[in-house]
């Protein structure tokens, strides 16, 4: 079995022994299995998927238009890449989300299905969520260039640059999340200017504008290198501590 999978199987049990976990055992059985009859009840031992993430204040997010952020991303022409690209990467979550995720640039399936995280690397991505309590939904997920770059090279500093300035820069003010989860060494290298494997990258935050960033290994990496996923699973426990997330 995957580790996650094992890892969310305990999770799920301990669950439903008591409240030592943000999750209601029949909201872990539709989650994990969306084909299942069973509806949820309002249970007496547990609390909802994850509360820790819901905002008690107002967000400066209202200043910030984020569907015509959208539009602009569709009708982006500014460097080349939009030449080759087919869908560009159109953010999507809570605009409230207290964690955003981040990566570099979409892959191909990205830019073929026209959503980030999609195929096999969505599908362990949502089983990493669940394991620390949440799904999708609760979170920002963006990336720092919008459209696929040919052969998965790396970005340009031209590319780059046009992203922050039109793009990125204007979603992390807006959303301003507590903590940023930034998959693969992308974000180190063009935002933080770090040098490194995300080897030696990972394991500690940095800091972005006074958000605390987590580096770790790209989902798709751990498809390719499974037994990476327990070394992952100690930064999200990091990112979790450092949200509040039991």
Not at 81 to 94: E, I, Q, W
Not at 198 to 221: E, H, K, Q, W
Request: aromatic content about 8%; charged content about 25%; glycine content about 6%.
């Amino acid at each position: 079995m995957d580790f996650f999978d094992e890892l969310i199987a305990q999770l799920k049990k301990e669950a439903g022994k008591k409240n030592s976990f943000a999750a209601d055992p029949n909201v872990w059985e539709n989650f994990i299995n969306p084909n299942s009859k069973k509806t949820t009840e309002p249970a007496t031992h547990s609390v909802a998927v994850s509360p820790a993430m819901e905002q008690t204040a107002p967000n400066p997010v209202s200043a910030f238009d984020f569907d015509a952020m959208t539009k602009n991303i569709l009708e982006c022409r500014s460097c080349p890449l939009a030449k080759v690209r087919k869908n560009p990467a159109v953010s999507y979550g809570s605009r409230n989300a207290k964690l955003m995720i981040v990566i570099e640039n979409p892959s191909l399936l990205d830019d073929e299905e026209n959503r980030i995280f999609s195929g096999e690397v969505g599908t362990l991505l949502d089983k990493m969520l669940l394991a620390m309590g949440l799904k999708r939904e609760d979170t920002y997920i963006t990336s720092i260039v919008k459209c696929r770059t040919p052969g998965n090279r790396p970005v340009t500093e031209d590319e780059l640059k046009s992203c922050r300035e039109r793009f990125f820069d204007n979603e992390v003010s807006a959303v301003r999340p507590e903590c940023i989860l930034a998959f693969g060494a992308g974000f180190a290298k063009n935002i933080l200017h770090r040098e490194g494997t995300i080897s030696n990258l990972r394991g500690s935050f940095d800091s972005y504008d006074g958000i605390p960033v987590m580096s770790t290994f790209n989902p798709a990496y751990l498809l390719r290198q499974p037994s990476a996923k327990k070394t992952v699973w100690g930064d999200l426990q990091m990112v979790m501590k450092a949200l509040g997330l039991k």
